[in-house]
């Protein structure tokens, strides 16, 4: 079916993907930067190198990040090929008055020298420098005879702990993937006895036959599925509902239109309101968790509901004016039809009681990820979810964001994303103004690339600026993750933005400008409600 | 990625061309070649083969001068290459043998008499092709918009990837 053409443009964007790569993670092996440790130079070569290949699409996303967690276990791990035998090399500071000290030029960092306390570990020391020459003299209360000090500022070991290569690994294992993992059971198990497509007929019933409300009520529903459910499969779900409503309407009329674009943007902006309802959430509550942050279930749904109702609000209201209906009515056939198998009744208790514990975690206190696990267990020990089905779970999206929390941990311990967001004074700036810069790069970003990447991307250098405090006071990393998640998630404006999108644009039903008018509102808006929310909402959540 | 081809096989030259231009909305998606007879088919699915393409879907007549159309449907059930291909008989004239024959031994998924409506033909053909991209398609959006999206949808839904 592709032409000839576009073969060879894809031959193109592969090339110019790999190259880009291969020189972005070479890039810091022949600059030094200055202020960056060497293990930050390695982590840039892998962020670099990353983030183009997530750009291109050069290897699958899924293979970036499995890539990248490789790479890291290699070339940043304790056991890896360039720290397993590092040592720190060291010299004995030379007593030269009776206050002051002479120490090799390379030991001196700026204003500072390193004390060896052993092979590994070094602590840094402020000291005033009296005289530079080959070898400089500084003084210091802290200095004694026979302090081991390291002779080389630059060192690899300087400014970078290696880290055991299990910590990479553990990413897989980590709570917000168990959580994800908890949902995916569900849903698989959802899909296989039909609950979604029932869940479904019940729900709308209440909307009645008006265009509308029609409308309305598909929107509800999917977003409320794809909350729990993966927004592809909701919106494939979906259509299947929405496709016989599309045969009654004429040819010319607009009202097709909507019908097959408000699944897709109910899907995406669902998808916002729990923790489990998109990867990029899972990014946010993973770089959060990084810092000693827990962020509840329910705290989670309370903080984005508000905007999450308000957006699909505001696309039903934009489509009715965009695209006006002729039609009056419409026949809705919708049969109900439960599985009362015994597998579906275990289901169906399983899942009310791991949603409910999920919404009731501060009166119990037991984690999400903790709950999540009750499903896993749960359906596989009564057989409701079989091996077929456990294999044909999206475990390559487990690993797509396992390699973007892999990669954020890098990010902050080799001091990367500190060094990338340092050279600009962003304290000079008011925290909504970083909020709103954040959102928009975010939103752009995500307009064409994965939202899961651009989170991966993005949250880590919000983190870095408020834990170092350059972003000045009042910086929440709370509020800074989730407004950059939820702007990922407002990213629609395009069939490439997010996987529902292309499957409606796949329908034939609609073009592209239909879903750039409606994608520019809710992108636009939804960042100035994000910012709202973030000053006036927000903060009376989180304390 | 390679091509799709439908190909359909019949003598009589006035009813191929109907044959062929009764699905030539398809045409744009899956290319569709014509052959007079079952020589011509294996000559037709050599190229396919060699080019890198597949064979979605075969409508084949059953009396034809040289060897018969369920024999042609018989062969292609055991080669690999065109085990997966969709083998629908388009006849007035096989009997009863020929029929069990190209059920049992060519797996035949669907059994049109002539004289046939455009309609029918076309949404039997559609709804064979969109089983066969089901089976061996790992992308279904490019077919959406022209195959049986209800079944497409469905296929998606339960692959439930994100």
């Keep these: 079916m592709p032409g000839k053409s576009k073969q060879k443009s894809n031959q193109i964007k592969f090339l110019t993907g790999l190259i880009l790569g291969i020189i972005g993670f070479c890039l810091p092996l022949f600059f030094t930067f200055s202020g960056l440790s060497y293990a930050?130079?390695?982590?840039?070569?892998?962020?670099l190198m990353a983030a183009v290949f997530w750009m291109f699409e050069?290897?699958?996303?899924y293979s970036?990040?499995?890539l990248?967690?490789?790479?890291?276990?290699?070339?940043?791990?304790?056991?890896?090929?360039?720290?397993?035998?590092?040592s720190l090399p060291?010299?004995?500071?030379?007593?030269?008055?009776?206050?002051?000290?002479?120490?090799?030029?390379?030991?001196?960092?700026?204003?500072?020298?390193?004390?060896?306390?052993?092979?590994?570990?070094?602590t840094a020391i402020d000291v005033k420098i009296l005289d530079r020459a080959d070898w400089v003299e500084i003084r210091s209360n802290e200095l004694q005879t026979d302090a081991k000090i390291v002779s080389n500022a630059n060192h690899k070991l300087v400014g970078y702990k290696p880290v055991s290569f299990s910590l990479f690994f553990g990413t897989l294992a980590s709570p917000i993937i168990i959580l994800f993992l908890g949902g995916f059971m569900l849903a698989g198990a959802a899909v296989k006895y039909n609950l979604d497509k029932n869940l479904t007929s019940v729900l709308l019933k209440p909307f009645g036959t008006k265009p509308g409300f029609i409308v309305l009520g598909l929107m509800v529903v999917t977003a409320t599925l794809s909350a729990f459910m993966s927004n592809t499969a909701t919106t494939a779900m979906m259509m299947t509902v929405a496709i016989p409503i599309v045969a009654q309407v004429a040819r010319e009329d607009k009202f097709r239109i909507v019908l097959a674009l408000c699944i897709p943007i109910a899907a995406n902006i669902g998808g916002m309101a729990t923790p489990i309802g998109t990867p990029p959430n899972a990014i946010a509550i993973a770089n959060l968790g990084q810092q000693g942050i827990n962020i509840e279930f329910g705290t989670w749904v309370v903080m984005m509901l508000p905007l999450v109702i308000l957006l699909l609000f505001l696309a039903w209201l934009t489509m009715r004016f965009?695209?006006?209906?002729?039609?009056?009515?419409?026949?809705?056939?919708?049969?109900?039809d439960f599985n009362k198998s015994r597998p579906a009744i275990i289901l169906y208790l399983l899942f009310a009681a791991t949603v409910l514990l999920w919404f009731t975690e501060s009166v119990h206190g037991i984690p999400s990820s903790m709950v999540?696990?009750?499903?896993?267990?749960?359906?596989?020990?009564?057989?409701?979810?079989?091996?077929?089905?456990?294999?044909?779970?999206?475990?390559?999206?487990?690993?797509?964001?396992?390699?973007?929390?892999?990669?954020?941990?890098?990010?902050?311990?080799?001091?990367?994303?500190?060094?990338?967001?340092?050279?600009?004074?962003?304290?000079?700036?008011?925290?909504?103004?970083?909020?709103?810069?954040?959102?928009?790069?975010?939103?752009?970003l995500?307009?064409?690339?994965?939202?899961?990447?651009?989170?991966?991307?993005?949250?880590?250098?919000?983190?870095?600026?408020?834990?170092?405090?350059?972003?000045?006071?009042?910086?929440?990393?709370?509020?800074?993750?989730?407004?950059?998640?939820?702007?990922?998630n407002m990213a629609m404006l395009l069939p490439i933005s997010t996987p529902p999108n292309a499957i409606a644009m796949s329908t034939g039903f609609i073009k592209t400008p239909d879903m750039v008018k409606v994608g520019i509102v809710i992108g636009l808006i939804g960042i100035v409600a994000t910012l709202v929310l973030s000053q006036l909402y927000w903060p009376f959540i989180i304390n | 990625m390679s091509d799709i081809y439908i190909i359909c096989v019949e003598d009589e030259p006035q009813v191929l061309d109907v044959v062929i231009r009764d699905l030539e909305q398809l045409e744009e998606f899956f290319p569709i070649e014509g052959a007079a007879s079952a020589n011509d088919a294996r000559q037709l699915i050599n190229e396919i083969k060699e080019d890198g393409n597949r064979i979605g879907l075969i409508l084949c007549d059953h009396i034809m001068p040289g060897d018969k159309g369920v024999d042609l449907l018989v062969e292609m059930q055991k080669d690999e290459f065109t085990q997966s291909t969709r083998k629908i008989l388009l006849t007035g004239q096989a009997g009863l043998d020929d029929t069990i024959q190209a059920v049992n031994k060519a797996r035949l998924n669907q059994y049109v008499s002539k004289p046939w409506k455009k309609e029918e033909l076309l949404k039997i053909v559609i709804d064979e092709l969109t089983d066969f991209v089901i089976e061996t398609e790992d992308d279904l959006l490019p077919y959406l918009s022209v195959l049986n999206q209800e079944k497409l949808q469905e296929a998606i839904r339960s692959k439930g990837y994100i």
């Design chain 1, 322 to 336: 965009l695209f006006p209906t002729k039609l009056r009515e419409f026949k809705l056939s919708l049969k109900v």
């Design chain 1, 58 to 61: 050069t290897i699958p996303i």
């Design chain 1, 68 to 86: 990248v967690i490789f790479l890291q276990v290699v070339l940043l791990s304790q056991q890896g090929v360039i720290f397993s035998d590092a």
């Design chain 1, 446 to 488: 995500s307009n064409f690339l994965s939202n899961t990447v651009t989170a991966t991307l993005v949250i880590p250098l919000a983190i870095s600026m408020g834990t170092s405090g350059i972003a000045g006071e009042g910086f929440s990393l709370v509020i800074s993750s989730l407004a950059i998640a939820a702007a990922c």
């Design chain 1, 64 to 66: 970036t990040s499995m």
């Design chain 1, 90 to 122: 060291t010299t004995t500071a030379k007593q030269h008055t009776s206050d002051s000290w002479l120490v090799p030029a390379e030991a001196v960092d700026g204003e500072r020298i390193y004390i060896a306390n052993d092979s590994r570990n070094y």
């Design chain 1, 40 to 47: 930050g130079h390695i982590a840039l070569g892998i962020f």
């Design chain 1, 372 to 444: 999540a696990f009750l499903p896993i267990a749960g359906l596989t020990v009564t057989g409701v979810m079989k091996q077929e089905d456990i294999r044909s779970l999206p475990w390559e999206v487990l690993w797509l964001v396992a390699g973007g929390i892999a990669l954020g941990i890098s990010m902050e311990n080799t001091g990367l994303a500190m060094w990338l967001v340092s050279s600009i004074s962003w304290d000079a700036f008011p925290q909504i103004v970083l909020l709103g810069v954040f959102g928009l790069v975010a939103l752009n």
